[in-house]
């Protein structure tokens, strides 16, 4: 008998909380974080990861606005950090890994927010006493969720279109990028598309994009960037290539509904030739199911 909420739960249930209750986060619930944390050391490409929850202090909430994060977030109690050793793929898994944690907060009832930016050089970075060979491409406010939304935090949702996401006739395609894939054509795959489509992304730009192939249950992951989103994130505010850590959640919730469903498939990294690719759109993974 299945005693836990099925992950298609919790992937609906998450949103990136802004505002959070003062009672900081109960003893049993940081030692669930933390022996989770713990065992969480990689991602499908192999890189290094490593995480620590810590009690958020007037230090960190002061690194936050410094680093202009575009969120304002209120209250948190704790943060979880996360280093990666740099290496090819390892913001992919980065975001893979970081998304578990985040979909474990939200099994606990607590309410989470990715922040992206340029942490490889400030407080949550001697927290996590950073090698030189690590980043720090974003963190997670976590804490108890407040009873109501701040205004600003509504306003904030409203200009990031929070609650909006692409069509799937945009975002998943059947053999090439200029047929997309119907829900008959995914079959029970379609719940683990949908938990893709609803996921959460930088800017809530939405880069992923998933061919299938027309005989078998193998789907191709792509990333579509935003144009200049990257360069602009870059040159203003020093950050991470954050459509890549997009990528790496996608790659997680795809995964974890698939296993929880039990549909079998594993992770393959060998480009297909499709024919062309749409602009600024690059092969990332395929799930071979
Ligand atoms: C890699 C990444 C970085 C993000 N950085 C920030 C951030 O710095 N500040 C913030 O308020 N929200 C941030 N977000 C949250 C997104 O804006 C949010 O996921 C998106 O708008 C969709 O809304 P939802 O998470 O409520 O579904 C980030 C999300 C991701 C995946």
């Not at 279109?161 to 945009?170: E, L, W």
Request: charged letters at 25%.
């Amino acid at each position: 008998m299945k005693t836990q909420l099925p992950v298609t739960e919790i992937i609906q249930k998450r949103y990136s909380c802004r505002t959070y209750a003062a009672t900081p986060i109960s003893k049993a619930h940081h030692a669930s974080l933390d022996a989770f944390l713990s065992e969480n050391r990689t991602g499908p490409f192999g890189a290094g990861v490593r995480f620590k929850l810590i009690t958020a202090s007037t230090s960190e909430q002061t690194d936050l606005k410094d680093l202009g994060t575009y969120g304002v977030i209120k209250n948190p109690t704790g943060f979880i950090i996360g280093a990666v050793k740099d290496g090819p793929n390892s913001l992919e898994d980065f975001g893979y890994a970081m998304e578990k944690n985040i979909l474990l907060a939200a099994r606990l009832g607590l309410g989470t927010c990715w922040l992206g930016g340029t942490f490889t050089k400030s407080t949550f970075a001697d927290k996590m006493n950073a090698g030189d060979d690590e980043s720090i491409p974003a963190v997670t406010a976590t804490g108890y969720i407040a009873s109501g939304k701040s205004l600003l935090e509504k306003t904030m949702r409203w200009g990031a279109g929070a609650d909006n996401r692409k069509s799937r006739q945009t975002l998943f395609f059947k053999n090439a990028f200029d047929h997309p894939l119907s829900p008959e054509e995914s079959g029970d795959w379609n719940t683990p598309l949908e938990m893709v489509r609803i996921g959460p992304s930088a800017s809530n730009r939405q880069p992923w994009r998933i061919v299938k192939q027309s005989d078998r249950p193998v789907f191709h992951f792509y990333m579509q960037r935003s144009k200049g989103y990257k360069t602009r994130n870059r040159i203003l505010f020093g950050m991470a290539d954050l459509q890549r850590v997009d990528m790496g959640i996608a790659m997680c919730h795809f995964e974890m509904t698939a296993v929880d469903r039990g549909l079998d498939g594993q992770w393959h990294f060998e480009e297909p030739d499709i024919g062309n690719l749409p602009e600024q759109t690059s092969y990332v993974a395929s799930w071979e199911g």
